[in-house]
């Protein structure tokens, strides 16, 4: 399983990379963490001639949280991201970053790149959906600032353009009032989610957010109901949201972990 | 159409050479833009120690440490790690000569409970094992399950790597600074 | 024979392998000008192969030959068949493709990476057939036939009966009977197959080294199909070898085939196969369905089984199969004493990978039929596994006893094993804890299994498989000849060839203390070779490592070699220290009069045989052989050919393995969560302890995998879906628990150390042992592997624990078998349906919707519509480039039509069609459509979890253009609706 050829640009500044961006459109791909792209390189489903190791810019964001927003930047691993959540252990993403894939693959791969890559399954996609994310884009024509629930189109896609490049992402990062829950399976430790379920409770208000359920994580918002009624929602959402079958489950499981993955992460709140 | 900036490029299919600190010596190889980092080491570097079970990530074979940390080494390109420092397996410990001595206190447990059958896997849970003791030097048998479970072993059910793991853990508690060579 | 207390003796093998030097195939140096093969494969589970051009990648820089179908016709014949029919198999596809991956052709290149960029590169045309997935439907009547020329895709048909099992029946008390199917998997070894093969012109032959692990009876299989004698194919085995578990004997088609490359390139060729490749298309275990039954009396003794095997062995038979059927033969019965037998069994070819020897090698399949059927047996009749198995075990007093299908259990005693269970605290507390467990509601079950494990094939066994009068005009055909040679040097140190490639097992530790002890010597002057190389080494068909031969034949043939050589030593140390050999004692180096303790060391003795040989000759008589080299060839003798009434020993020995498990049904997720596991065994001699464990931790853990996660899955159009590691998923430390192991030893007295082979017995008792527990949690019967989650909720559901969920909202028209993806949307637009019609009529229009496309051209063809089109689908980071043809067809204008299309690219086939309707409603036009597609090869293999959401995301993409391109840009899809009505349904009044 060995790539296609490829030409490399490794540049060192946005502003380079931008550049090429422009230049090469949609015959460029850019490699961040990698951990996604090379196996899908190497199984040659995809084959861009050129690759764009951004893996040498110096001027990305980094990781901070200012006016309760987390931002994080194109180069953030999941790992430093992961470190940095250990001064916010009771937050939504302190409680997904244990079950993204293991620890090798967190120590390489990128934030951003798990975003961009848009799989349904992803803890950081759902995060975004359910914690008011935006995704900061800049090309070399214009920056733009997308909502996240704007941003996903699909399963694998999202409105990026090919000149594009994430250059950070950003979530709502409130401790005061607002409890956050989490729960997912996967059949063995650090695989995929099956079903993913994402809680958070500001007052009265409350976000839910399952990943895996269907081609995009769902994401709904309830006012001024009550933990009964919350529970209500989602045994009733389970029977009627259409739901994805696919030879690693059945849309009746699927179904099924919708409200068990739900009540384990309200369990967390409440 | 030349660019006004001044960017770094490794065209296809062109050798390139780059060099790198590989278990504290300074190496320099050959690779292309798509000779992945696992290739680079056991082809051009001859430290075949690394193995390469799926070269999509998931087995875990191919751990090494790059600048310090665990990664897969079929998940990076050789010219990534130019001027880096990596680890391989055959760092662990810098005296190979003999049957006993030379093994690390982990690659002697490892011994001890039987933690390898064909050994093809071995070298990525060393890695990956040193890595997690580093950073939790008093693990549930819980915790170590789920650190190895992103190495796959057909051979021993895992039974043996756990209980070295773990006995290592118990072992470097009472003497700190384990690593004998 | 006594073993000294170091049993527990470390690994020699393991400070190589820690530092990371151990030679595995891709670690073994190669000449300098090797090239590197990588394969075209077939993307298509069945299809006549129209045409190859190769000149696009033969034309490749640095790619220096491309191996094709003509090639391997002119050099090769096809690989021979343990049953005789007209399907031929070539090891590159001939006219026909018949199962995903099938190699097609092989480009041999300067590096793997640019033979990989030629294969790319070649071009091939193929029509694609009906594929068949199920053993029924491929024994149905109007079956496709995979091979020309065979009246059936069921090549071989055998019924067997052992006593009156007919009149049993018709008498029994009671019936049982059940139908289980069994899945495909593999045990995958983290190293794949390896295999360095250069041909050398001069001499016509071939020179191979590679990670295969036998039996070598298929060397004469690869010699034959290359047209060279069994002397000209010399084949080298590395010492190393990352597992093989069986599976490694699918090396036998790459060693065929990268010795054809190496001459097609004329130069030296590797191929290492790759993950990928391992998992479409190296080897499976069969499936199995069994219908089985059991004539029972009042109290539950099994008088009689009957079972009706139909055995799915790919799409070509290729050698040693069917012997995943055979092999288990004699012991149809298991550990009990049932005298009547009957037995059918049908080998069936269908559009899946041809398989092999995986662990257990028919052991599970067997078992999973025979344990489900004895478990139900004692739930129907209220009383214990236990008592019911107890009632028919083979008893101690019975051994040797032979089963009513021809196997000699050699020893044991199965209630030993029993009392050994009750004992065991670790039992107690597993009842105790289901009775905690059912106090408080949770699904707590307790399963058993009891097997026979059998080691040490009867090379006849597969002839099994012909009839009798068949077996006398091909010839008898049985043992299981093992092979070994020891040698002492003139220095003193002892050297050991073995012909068994292991793979992990620790042969050389095993055969160390064996040697050392024997000799008295410590392990360091022993050395044991296991390189192994048909033109030096001592080898048989019988070689290599399969059947967990070691333990009972190979070790005890080395026993036997050095044993000779031993006594030849003794004697003329007896006359240099004066005294009868009885007399003697090798210990520490020496050789010892234990009467006066004069002693002499051993090496010095040894030497003289080298350097004095008269000395020797004068010592011990001239009529005495003085060679300090022995070569032992030892097969037990209890391993006959099959008898003129199908009685056929299948195994020298049988071990014997009592299982016991406690499982707990997770109810937040529905997985099976192994509690406590206790596995009794009975291996006869245990040679090392540590060893013997590691063994059975081994099993077990792959074990687990088969029983609770893995599946080499199809889709029903016959496309492969496990094609990565994500999707094929073995175990991980955090789901394989540690069993309790007990250990007893009733030693065989068969094999020369009384040892039996202890590598694949919980391979065949923990999936049906998981299987009962699971069926006792649940109280549901119909438990098929893997147990995975989803399944286990279908069961809960069926079994009345839980309430069913709905089915899907979107209603979906009739699912064809062979186009099992689907994707539904509506559309609105605001205007009118003519327009829109015009758009899909419009080749020029047409091309701005189709994805990327580059190219349009109509083709005229009565009544449709036909384009063909280069599209480039972009689905994320991938883009997939295909050439299309789509059709529009039942135009009518303007309710609707049917919209159809295949395209084909080096991402694989795809194929959908769908029906598009415009209905109006209030000036608005709903356009909805219904679609069934099937996608084939890489994109399929890699992909299967997100192929529908893709074809989703395709489908709407060129929807939503379409209607852009009719000039309106209004949109909204059917589910987004859906979610909005659900919201507006939770807020609150």
């Known amino acids: 399983m060995k790539s296609a050829p490829f030409e490399v640009f490794c540049p060192n500044s946005l502003d380079a990379l931008i550049d090429l961006l422009d230049r090469y459109q949609d015959d460029a791909r850019i490699l961040a963490g990698g951990q996604t792209l090379i196996p899908m390189l190497a199984m040659r489903v995809a084959s861009p001639s050129i690759l764009i190791d951004i893996n040498q810019v110096i001027n990305f964001p980094k990781i901070s949280a200012v006016n309760q927003r987390l931002e994080v930047g194109a180069l953030i691993r999941h790992a430093e991201l992961e470190e940095f959540l250990k001064s916010y252990p009771d937050h939504l993403l302190s409680k997904m970053v244990p079950w993204v894939a293991h620890a090798a693959i967190r120590n390489r791969g990128t934030v951003c790149g798990s975003i961009c890559h848009a799989d349904p399954s992803s803890e950081w996609v759902l995060a975004l959906l359910v914690l008011d994310g935006y995704i900061n884009l800049m090309s070399k024509k214009k920056k733009r600032r997308v909502k996240a629930k704007d941003f996903f189109l699909g399963p694998l896609q999202t409105c990026k353009l090919t000149e594009e490049v994430v250059v950070s992402v950003d979530f709502h990062m409130v401790m005061d009032g607002v409890r956050y829950g989490f729960s997912e399976y996967g059949y063995r430790h650090g695989d995929f989610a099956i079903v993913s379920a994402a809680v958070v409770k500001a007052g009265n208000t409350w976000t839910i957010g399952f990943g895996g359920v269907s081609d995009i994580p769902l994401v709904y918002e309830l006012g001024d109901v009550d933990e009964m009624e919350c529970k209500e929602f989602i045994e009733k959402l389970s029977h009627e949201v259409d739901v994805r079958e696919d030879p690693s489950a059945t849309a009746a499981y699927r179904r099924f972990l919708m409200r068990s993955q739900a009540l384990q992460a309200l369990s967390q709140i409440i | 159409m030349t660019s006004e900036f001044n960017i770094k490029r490794i065209d296809a299919n062109v050798r390139q050479k780059i060099a790198l600190t590989v278990n504290g010596k300074l190496r320099t190889g050959f690779c292309e833009s798509r000779t992945t980092l696992g290739d680079f080491l056991r082809h051009e570097l001859g430290l075949t120690g690394t193995h390469l079970g799926c070269e999509h990530g998931v087995c875990g074979a191919c751990t090494i440490n790059v600048d310090g940390k665990p990664v897969r080494s079929c998940l990076m390109f050789a010219y990534q790690v130019n001027g880096s420092c990596v680890g391989t397996v055959e760092g662990l410990c810098e005296n190979h000569n003999s049957d006993h001595a030379g093994l690390t206190d982990l690659q002697i447990a490892f011994k001890k409970h039987h933690a390898l059958q064909c050994g093809f896997c071995t070298p990525g849970f060393l890695i990956t094992c040193e890595d997690f003791l580093k950073n939790h030097p008093s693990p549930t048998e819980k915790e170590v399950r789920e650190a190895i479970s992103g190495n796959l072993c057909r051979c021993t059910g895992y039974a043996g790597i756990v209980n070295a793991v773990l006995e290592v853990a118990a072992l470097r508690k009472m003497k700190p600074g384990g690593i004998k060579c | 024979m006594s073993f000294p207390d170091n049993r527990h003796f470390e690994r020699y093998e393991d400070a190589a392998l820690l530092k990371g030097a151990g030679s595995y195939i891709d670690d073994c140096p190669i000449k300098p000008g090797t090239l590197y093969a990588a394969i075209l494969r077939s993307p298509s589970p069945h299809a006549s192969i129209k045409s190859i051009n190769i000149d696009k990648a033969v034309s490749l820089p640095g790619v220096r030959a491309v191996l094709t179908s003509q090639d391997v016709a002119a050099w090769s014949k096809p690989l021979m068949g343990a049953v005789k029919s007209e399907m031929k198999q070539f090891v590159l596809a001939v006219d026909r493709v018949r199962y995903v991956g099938e190699p097609m052709a092989v480009v041999v290149a300067e590096s793997r990476a640019l033979a990989e960029d030629g294969v790319e590169l070649i071009d091939f045309d193929l029509e694609p057939l009906a594929a068949i997935t199920d053993v029924k439907e491929a024994i149905s009547s109007d079956a496709i036939l995979l091979h020309v020329g065979t009246s059936s895709n069921c090549v071989s048909d055998r019924v067997f009966s052992y006593g009156e099992p007919d009149r049993i029946f018709e008498n029994s008390a009671h019936l049982f009977e059940l139908d289980i199917s069994y899945p495909r998997n593999s045990c995958t070894p983290i190293e794949t197959t390896g295999v360095i093969a250069e041909w050398i012109e001069n001499e016509n032959a071939y020179e191979v080294t590679s990670n295969f692990m036998g039996p070598f009876s298929l060397h004469t299989v690869m010699a034959a199909a290359l047209g060279v004698s069994g002397v000209k194919l010399r084949h080298k085995v590395p010492k190393d070898s990352g597992g093989s578990f069986g599976v490694k004997q699918s090396a036998l088609p790459y060693v065929v085939l990268t010795c054809l490359a190496s001459r097609k390139a004329g130069a030296p060729v590797k191929f290492i196969e790759d993950r990928l490749e391992h998992l479409v298309a190296a080897t499976s275990a069969t499936a199995r369905t069994t219908h089985i039954r059991a004539a029972v009396d009042q109290n539950g003794k099994i008088l009689a089984l009957d079972y009706d095997q139909l055995e799915d062995c790919g799409a070509y038979l290729r050698a040693p199969e069917p012997a995943t059927l055979y092999r288990m033969h004699g012991c149809l019965t298991g550990a009990y004493d049932i005298p009547h037998l009957k037995v059918r069994n049908r080998v069936i070819l269908l559009n899946k990978t041809p398989t092999g020897l995986v662990r257990g090698f028919g052991g599970p399949q067997v078992y999973f039929a025979l344990e489900r059927l004895v478990f139900q047996i004692a739930r129907s009749l209220g009383k214990s596994y236990l008592e019911i198995a107890g009632l028919n075990y083979v008893k101690k007093y019975q051994f040797p006893f032979k089963a009513a299908a021809g196997a000699v259990l050699d020893s044991g005693d199965y209630d030993k094993a029993v009392s050994i269970l009750l004992d065991s605290p670790e039992y107690q507390d597993m009842l105790d804890r289901q009775i905690q467990a059912r106090k408080k509601g949770k699904w707590y079950g307790i399963g058993y299994a009891s097997i026979v494990e059998p080691s040490v094939s009867n090379m006849g066994y597969i002839s099994t498989v012909l009839s ?42 095993v055969i160390k203390q064996i040697v050392s002890e024997l000799f008295g010597l410590s392990g360091l002057d022993v050395v044991v070779n296991v390189d192994f190389d048909t033109n030096k080494d001592a080898w048989s068909v019988a070689a290599g490592n399969y059947s967990s031969r070691f333990a009972g034949a ?48 051993f090496a010095r003795a040894c030497g003289a045989f080298h350097w004095a040989p008269d000395l020797v000759a004068a010592a011990i008589g001239s009529d005495r052989s003085l060679a300090l080299r022995e070569t032992a060839f030892w097969s037990a003798s209890t391993l006959s050919a099959p008898d003129s009434q199908d009685h056929i020993n299948t195994s020298a020995a049988y071990g014997f393995v009592l299982d016991a498990c406690g499982i707990e049904i997770d109810p937040i997720t529905c997985k099976a969560v192994i509690d406590r596991y206790v596995t009794v065994h009975d291996a006869g001699k245990i040679l090392n302890p540590l060893l013997a464990d590691g063994q059975i931790y081994g099993a077990f853990s792959q074990a687990v995998g088969a029983a609770l996660f893995e599946e080499f899955q199809y889709s029903s159009d016959g496309n492969f879906l496990s094609g990565t590691f994500a999707d094929y998923r073995v175990p991980t430390a955090a789901e394989v628990p540690i069993p309790s192991i007990k250990h007893m030893e009733s030693p065989s007295p068969f094999t020369p150390l009384g040892a039996k082979g202890i590598g694949e017995g919980n391979s065949m008792s923990t999936p049906v042992c998981i299987a009962n527990a699971i069926a006792d949690a649940i109280n549901y019967e119909g438990i098929h592997l893997p147990a995975t989650p989803p399944k286990i909720h279908g069961w809960l559901v069926q079994a009345g624990h839980l309430k069913e969920e709905p089915t899907r909202q979107k209603s979906v028209r009739t699912h064809q078998k062979n186009m099992p993806l689907r994707a539904s949307g509506e559309i609105k637009f605001g205007v009118e349906p003519g327009k829109i019609f015009q758009v899909l009529l419009d080749p020029q229009r047409i091309k701005k919707i189709i994805p990327g496309c580059e190219s349009i051209s109509q083709k005229k063809q009565s009544g449709d519509i036909v384009y063909e089109s280069v599209a480039v689908v972009r689905i994320g980071v991938m883009k997939a480039r295909f050439h299309a043809t789509i059709v529009l067809s039942d135009i009518n204008i303007p309710h609707g039509l049917t919209l159809s299309g295949y395209g084909k690219g080096p991402l694989g086939l795809a194929e959908g069609a769908g029906a598009v309707d415009f209905t109006t409603i209030g000036g608005v036009t709903h356009l909805s459509y219904h679609y069934q597609a099937r996608v084939s090869g890489k994109l399929s293999a890699v992909g299967s979890r997100l192929l529908e959401g893709a074809i989703r995301l395709v489908l709407d993409q060129l929807f939503k253009a379409l209607a852009r391109e009719a000039g309106d840009i209004k949109t909204a899809s059917l589910w987004k609706r859906l979610v909005d009505w659900i919201l507006k349904r939770a807020k609150p009044e």
């Open chain 3, 468 to 509: 009798h009068e068949q077996r006398q005009k091909s010839g008898h055909k049985n043992g299981a000849i093992a092979s070994a040679t020891v040698s002492v040097d003139p220095t003193g140190s002892v050297l050991v060839n073995i012909a068994s490639a292991p793979a992990g097992q620790g042969h050389q530790t």
């Open chain 3, 554 to 601: 190979v070790a005890g043939t080395v026993h036997i070699a050095a044993t000779r050589l031993k006594e030849r030593i003794s004697s003329y140390a007896a006359t240099l220290l004066e005294t009868s050999e009885d007399s003697l004692v090798f210990q520490n180096g020496y050789i010892i009069n234990k009467d006066s303790d004069a002693k002499i060391l």
